[in-house]
């Protein structure tokens, strides 16, 4: 498994931005997908983005014009850059490392998880 970690959640008002960083301790081009994903109190994890080896990006409709994600091949860094936020947004936000092409095919590589809390 590789060790992934986040960090840049944080309280922000609506409308507002937050970088969030997953650390990844081996080489990310090992996976095909790096993700994130996030959750709230009695919700199941569900899938906001990813990105391909390839470059490739996908989101889900919820975020699509307000996140971007990227990747840092040569600092085994992914990032998700959230860009007008909505309170709807607040959740624990989690990245993971997977092969599979199925978005909930994700195995065990998980970070620990970073929360992000959008004031209205």
């Known amino acids: 498994q590789v060790h992934l970690v986040e960090s840049g959640g944080g309280l922000v008002q609506a409308g507002g931005s937050l970088t969030l960083s997953c650390a990844a301790s081996g080489s990310i081009l090992d996976f095909n997908y790096m993700g994130w994903y996030r959750q709230g109190p009695g919700k199941r994890r569900e899938w906001v983005a990813d990105?391909?080896?390839?470059?490739?990006?996908k989101y889900v409709d919820a975020v699509k014009g307000r996140f971007t994600i990227s990747r840092d091949n040569a600092k085994n860094t992914v990032y998700l850059q959230m860009n007008s936020l909505l309170p709807e947004d607040t959740d624990v936000y989690y990245c993971?490392?997977?092969?599979?092409?199925?978005?909930?095919?994700?195995?065990?590589?998980w970070g620990q998880g970073t929360q992000v809390t959008v004031s209205s």
């Open positions: 993971n490392a997977r092969n599979a092409h199925n978005r909930y095919g994700n195995g065990d590589n």
């Open positions: 990105i391909a080896t390839t470059g490739v990006r």
